[in-house]
């Protein structure tokens, strides 16, 4: 896809959602980088259920480290992967508060050395939190980049690398918001929702989904 139709294809998205924002429910950077580090490989709406328990006994990182990986987990035993995150909030709360006076900090290196935070966490924070233009490459974000040919790659650090080259810096800031939710409600896995799609003039998919028959 050309640079020219990638920009026509991010701002037919939009052009649909104008105020896009993460569906992750949070109240402070801390609660969104918590959030967050929750999310991995599984959807909002189970985080959405644990947080607002989890937050509520513990709503600052010195709060999480007292509470323990072990208080943690009472909170979010039914999302998956629930031990090693537990241990995991609980270790990078315990960092927040010796290094960084208990504050989330606003730079890619000392968000991942945080324990659970990758590349992606750092992403989403920097750009929620501190506004940068960065590209979350999630699961719908790479599939998107190579479906569509907006940026075709083999990792998801290449897929960021080409969407961060073709997307206009006037819409980077949101860009990642609209690609994921793009992929969550219309371009979804397993079968895409071209008739209504408002970037299908753009997109470079060969077996568009034709709308359903009328009942
Ligand atoms: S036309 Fe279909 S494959 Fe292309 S972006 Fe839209 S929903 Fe996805």
Known sequence: ??????????EALALDRPNPETELRYTTPFSLLVAVVLSAQTTDAAVNKVTPGLFAEAPTPAAMMALGAAGIGRHIRTIGLWQGKA?????????????HGGEVPADRAALEAL????????????NVVFGESTMAVDTHIFRIGNRTG?????????VEDQLLARIPATL??????????????????????????????????????PAPAAP
Request: aromatic fraction near 8%; proline fraction near 6%; glycine fraction near 4%.
């Open 1 to 10: 896809m050309s640079k020219a139709d990638a920009r026509c294809f991010i």
């Open 87 to 99: 241990r995991n909030v609980a270790a990078l709360s315990e960092m927040l508060v010796r290094l």
């Open 115 to 126: 324990p659970g935070v990758g590349r992606k966490t750092a992403n989403v924070v920097l």
């Open 150 to 158: 907006l940026a075709p790659g083999a990792t998801p650090r290449a």
């Open 172 to 209: 980077l800031r949101h860009a990642h918001h609209w690609l994921i939710l793009h992929g969550r409600y219309v371009c979804k896995a397993r079968r895409p929702e071209c008739w209504r799609c408002p970037a299908a003039k753009w997109c470079r998919y060969q077996d568009k989904t």
